[in-house]
C-alpha cells in the first residue's frame, strides 16, 4: 500500500510541478487569516496568489510586510486547518493537493472492473417475515454494491453460512433481493460480490487488495486529467499559464502529453489486471 502523501508527490514529479517553497515563521490557527512567512529575500507573494500549507489551500488577500499576509483560509473545497511553525509552505504551485486528490480517485474509479475489491456484507438480518432486503450501498464510491456473486444465510445459534439461491434481484433505482421464502428470524444474511476500489482521503493509503505493482495506475490517470485541466487553463486565460517566451511550448502540448499519459494508464491497466471476476456473478449494476 501507498500513502496518499507519496501518489501525490510521485504526480507532482511526473506532472513537473516544482513549485518554490518557504516555511512558517510562526503558528497559525484554523481560523486565523494572518500568516508569517520566514523568505524576505524578495517579494514571491501577491494579490490573489494561491499557496498550500498542509493539504489547504490559501489565497493571498494582501501582504502587509515582507514576510505578513492576509489570506483567504480553505479555498478550493479544501479545510482550513492549524499549523506549527516551520510548516512548509509551497508558493503557487501548477496544482493543489485537492486537485491531485481528485485525479487519483478518478483514475482508482477508471480501473474498475479491471481492479476490484472482493466485499463481504453482513448488515443485513432476518425477521421470518420480511421477504425483500435492499442491496447495501458502498461507503466509498456510494454506490449500490455492482456486482453480487454469493449469498448465504446463517440461522441463529449455528456457526456456518449456508449459500441460498432461493431468490431473485428487483431492479430499479433502489435493487433488492427478494428472497422465495422469508429468511428465519435473527439470522445473519452475509452477501459477497466485487466493487470499484474505494476513494482515499488525505490521510489514506491505496487499498489493501489493490496489488503493489498497481499503485502507479492512479498516479498516471491524474497526471493525465491534470496536464489536460492545464491546457484548459492555457485556453481561457491570457497571463499566468500562458508562456510568452520565444521558445515557448506550442498551444496542445499539455492536451497531447495528457493523452500519452492516459494512454501509459490504459496499456498498465491491461497487463497488470490481476484477471477476471468470478463468472458466477449473479447481480450486475
Known sequence: MASVATLIQRVRRRAGDWPEIDVLGASITSSGTTVTVSDTASPRYFKNQRIEIGYETLLVDAGASATTLTVFRGGHGSTAASYPSGTTVLVQPAFMSMEILDGLN?????????FYQHVIDTSLTGDGATYEFTIPTLATP???????????????GLVEYVQTRSFEILRGATPKIKFWFPPPASCSIRLQ????LPHVTTADSTHAQLPYMADDLAVNWAVGQLLLSGEARRVRRD???IDQREEANRVGSSLSASRDWRGTF???RSDLSPGPMAPHVILGL
Open 266 to 268: 490504459y496499456q498498465q
Open 193 to 196: 460480490g466485487y466493487a470499484p
Open 106 to 114: 478518478d483514475g482508482l474509479d477508471n480501473l474498475w472492473p479491471f
Open 142 to 156: 456510494a454506490i449500490v454494491l455492482p456486482r453480487l456473486h454469493t449469498v448465504e444465510i446463517r440461522q441463529s
Open 239 to 241: 497571463t499566468g499559464v
